[in-house]
């Protein structure tokens, strides 16, 4: 069945008052049009061995984001760049399940009913930062900083939707890359990101090296060392499906890369 025709508007303005400085703003709309399991199916999703959620999906309205964005960049000199930007992001009409009945089967299994409806909202809002520093011709220094937040406007009687906590509210990076030769490169990547409140993952650093070898034009021979701080460490978790999440470990690999003209 047909959901009808949506319009997405999108408007960017860009000034630059020297040729050091560019000031820029966009507005624009983004709809999501729910997929025919959404629009007419039941779904049934374990959350525990002797139970599942019985999904009723009758979800027939788009969900809306409406996207304020502003940016700044900034020369500072020929060596030094520096980017600004704040967003705020604004949700419509997003999917949430209400809970209609639960049924014990003869079994002992437990079935809890819900359905899908578009009656929640949110927004989110936050900064990005970037500088991008080159001290001299062979070294290049890159650092980034974000912070989020984001807050969602439950319907009564949803269930929680897990719209928020779902992304770390800070990350930060620095990378150091330095030409040794004009064959031979290196890159430092330090990352850092906080933690994910609803899977329970905590703040993380980690830290990967490379060392690349170009012989000739097209052909780069390469080590790389990844997570080198620790072990391992988590990244992402689901509380949807009912799974083992899995943690990033470790690793030492070498690469050849081959490019054709």
């Given at each position: ?9 999108n ?105 899908n ?46 719209y ?98």
């Amino acid at each position: 069945d047909d959901i009808g025709t949506h319009i997405q508007p999108n408007i960017r303005l860009l000034w630059t008052p020297n040729p050091n400085t560019s000031l820029w703003a966009s507005l624009a709309r983004a709809n999501r049009t729910p997929s025919r399991v959404e629009r007419d199916s039941v779904l049934y999703v374990p959350f525990a061995a002797n139970g599942s959620f019985e999904l009723m999906n009758h979800s027939n309205q788009i969900e809306i984001m409406d996207a304020l964005d502003l940016g700044w960049r900034q020369q500072l000199s020929r060596q030094l760049n520096l980017d600004l930007a704040a967003f705020y992001y604004r949700y419509d009409q997003l999917r949430n399940a209400v809970f209609l009945n639960q049924t014990v089967l003869p079994s002992g299994y437990l079935l809890i009913q819900t359905e899908n409806r578009n009656n929640s909202g949110g927004h989110a809002y936050g900064v990005e930062l970037a500088w991008d520093w080159r001290p001299a011709s062979a070294w290049r220094v890159q650092a980034t900083y974000s912070w989020l937040r984001a807050i969602a406007d439950t319907a009564p009687g949803a269930l929680d939707s897990s719209y928020t906590d779902t992304t770390p509210q800070h990350q930060a990076s620095l990378r150091l890359s330095h030409d040794f030769s004009p064959t031979l490169q290196g890159d430092a990547w330090l990352r850092y990101s906080g933690d994910v409140p609803l899977y329970a993952i905590p703040a993380y650093t980690s830290l990967d090296l490379r060392i690349a070898w170009r012989p000739r034009i097209g052909v780069e021979l390469g080590m790389v060392g990844q997570h080198l701080l620790d072990t391992q460490h988590p990244e992402y978790a689901s509380n949807f499906l009912l799974s083992i999440p899995r943690e990033l470990e470790r690793g030492i690999y070498a690469y050849v890369r081959w490019e054709l003209d």
